[in-house]
């Protein structure tokens, strides 16, 4: 069941709890209104580490970034991307671990390995409106 996986996990930064907050009301409202929803879920790539880049601040830049892209082989295409693995009517969960690193070419370092890190699709069934206000301490 989703609230068993989703809503029990937690975020260490939190710039990325005040990110994730849309995301948790619409997965809440949707328990709400079906205690049974499911999702589906996919480990990505259990036999093999992929890496990202971080930038200064130690972030993966987007997602889009954490995911593999579609490749192309002989014409075609050999992977659709992770963005294709999904249910279109169930939120999905991607399961990643990668490898961190920083730098570019020759001076390019891993800092952290096999990180675990979640992508979440929601589908337009569960669509819900939303407004957070950030809220910050005058010091």
Not at 59 to 70: E, T, V, Y
């Amino acid at each position: 069941m989703i609230s068993e996986l989703i809503l029990n996990y937690r975020l260490e930064d939190p710039s990325d709890t005040e990110n994730s907050l849309g995301m948790l009301f619409q997965l809440s409202q949707a328990i709400r209104n079906e205690p049974q929803e499911t999702a589906s879920i996919y480990r990505m790539r259990p036999a093999y580490r992929s890496s990202r880049g971080i930038d200064a601040n130690g972030r993966i830049p987007s997602i889009r970034r954490l995911q593999q892209g579609p490749t192309r082989s002989g014409g075609g295409y050999s992977y659709p991307g992770d963005f294709e693995f999904r249910d279109n009517d169930r939120v999905t969960v991607q399961l990643h671990a990668i490898d961190l690193t920083e730098g570019e070419g020759a001076n390019r370092r891993t800092v952290a390995e096999a990180v675990p890190a979640i992508a979440i699709w929601i589908p337009r069934r569960m669509g819900q409106g939303w407004v957070v206000q950030e809220q910050r301490n005058e010091d």
